[in-house]
């Protein structure tokens, strides 16, 4: 367990560039399951998510190499030897489902642990077993596992997904590639991994049409070959950058990103006053502004403002002048970051999916917790605008999705320290 001392009230300056997405290359290395193969994937960084889904394909029989310093994974699944991955990986990262639809199509059975809730919410994974079972696998629950098995090759279908699920619309993409006939996901996702993960399974030898509408066409091929591929920079990696530099009064460009992949964010930031100007088709340029001020906003799945930026926002949000109200659509317990930012002076009263902001001049430091990933990266930027010190408790979570996230903020002129605490002083945190 780490703790993060930030010293706020630092406008930070530079350029910084962003790393692979992390939401694309997860989906990306279960996907390497579908082929014997050679799979190499490009530009996937080093977080903890990735260590666990290497760790259950891993488990699996892949075999799995990761140069850390390339941030090149060779993923070779020649023979897989279980279909069942270790409960705990599965209980730690939700993202571990995902080989669900690539077991079923390569060996026709898989067995594993019910993804429990977490902190963002309860997340079932009803849409992802109604769109396989629509393919003619057959499930059935025993003992916390959910089984799946097939009686020979999974047949194409029309499913149609009552929500435009990220990970529902990916496993039963990844299954219906080796899938007899045609598969048609109707109010399916459309957001840019959905798209990468097409892009991948496209030059594995898919035939995948469709990825970034609606509605997604898929027909089944014999196999899958080996491939080499680079993922989509972290549309959500850029953002928080974008936002530490308004809230800090900062002038950050950030690069390597896909600017329409910040279309929803670039449209709130304008519209709070911050200044942002893209440099170039790859460059995005944020200039903070004293005098912001409020907007509602609603967290939608894409094109809409994304769930995984709105506790960043909501700091943004929180030193605006006037009231705002977040409306947060996708999960239901994703203001769990609001606790840290009232320690902080924040003025946010939560009401179900709704936040009410009122704006203040200023945060202060504060000793808080970080709850999970998004809510880390929220406490962070307050902490980063603050006035004062900010030791932001349980910061791990952070390291589930930003890779080398304190040198890069530090080369930008943030004054960060990481200090590792015994189990004793954490357990002490937690009461308090
Ligand atoms: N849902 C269902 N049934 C299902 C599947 C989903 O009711 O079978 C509900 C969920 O409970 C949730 C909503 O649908 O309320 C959205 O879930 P979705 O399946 O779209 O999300 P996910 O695949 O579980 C991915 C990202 C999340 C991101 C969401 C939404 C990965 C590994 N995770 O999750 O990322 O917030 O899409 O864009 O791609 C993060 O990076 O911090 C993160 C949580």
């Known amino acids: 367990m780490h703790e993060l001392i930030v010293r706020g009230g630092f406008p930070l300056k530079g350029t910084v560039k962003v790393k692979g997405s992390k939401n694309a290359a997860l989906p990306i290395i279960a996907a390497s399951l579908l082929t014997d193969e050679p ?47 270790p409960g ?32 963002i919410g309860s997340r079932p994974v009803d849409l992802h077993l109604k769109g396989l079972a629509a393919m003619g696998a057959e499930f059935s629950v025993s003992g916390g596992f959910i089984e799946g098995k097939t009686a020979g090759r999974l047949r194409g279908a029309h499913i149609y997904l009552d929500y ?8 039963i993409m990844m299954a219906a590639t ?26 594995c030898g898919a035939r995948v ?17 080996g491939t080499r591929y680079a993922v989509i920079p972290d549309r959500i990696e850029a953002g928080t950058l974008l936002i530490c530099s308004a809230v800090t009064g ?22 709070t006053g911050v200044n942002v100007e893209e440099v170039d088709y790859s460059a995005i340029r944020v200039t903070g502004n004293s005098q912001t001020k409020a907007v509602d906003l609603k967290t939608l799945p894409y094109p809409g403002f994304p769930t995984d930026l709105q506790p960043q926002f909501s700091v ?40 009410v902001i009122r704006g203040r001049q200023n945060l202060s430091g504060a000793p808080v917790l970080a709850s999970d990933l998004r809510a880390a990266a929220a406490l962070l930027c307050a902490a980063l605008a603050a006035e004062g010190i900010t030791v932001i408790g349980e910061i791990d979570h952070l390291w589930r999705g930003y890779s080398c996230f304190e040198e890069r903020l530090t080369a930008l002129g943030a004054k960060l320290q990481r200090v590792k605490i015994s189990k004793s002083e954490h357990s002490d945190q937690a009461q308090a």
Request: aromatic share 4%.
């Open 250 to 271: 900062g002038d950050i460009t950030v690069t390597n990103l896909v600017p329409e992949h910040l279309n929803p964010l670039v449209a709130k930031l304008r519209e």
């Open 88 to 119: 705990y990986l599965v209980q730690r990262m939700r993202a571990s489902f995902l080989v669900l639809g690539p077991l079923l199509a390569r060996l026709g059975k898989a067995s594993i642990s019910l993804p429990g809730g977490c902190a």
């Open 164 to 171: 435009p699920s990220v990970g529902a619309t990916e496993n």
């Open 316 to 355: 943004l949000l929180a030193l605006s002048k006037g009231t705002s109200m977040v409306t947060e659509t996708v999960f239901e317990n994703r203001f769990r970051h609001v606790d840290g930012l009232l320690c902080m002076n924040a003025d946010i009263q939560v009401e179900g999916s709704h936040a």
């Open 209 to 225: 049409s469709g990825a970034g509408t609606n509605s997604i066409r898929i027909d089944g091929v014999l196999d899958l070959g």
């Open 39 to 85: 799979v190499f994937i490009e530009d996937v960084p080093d977080l903890l998510d990735v260590r666990d889904m290497l760790a259950v394909i891993g488990s699996l029989g892949a075999s799995v190499k990761y140069s850390h310093t390339d941030e090149i994974i060779t993923v070779h699944s020649l023979k897989l030897d279980s279909v069942e991955p």
């Open 178 to 203: 080796l899938a007899q006939g045609t598969t048609v996901i109707e109010n399916a996702a459309s957001e840019p991994e959905i798209v990468d993960l097409a892009g991948f399974l496209n030059s």
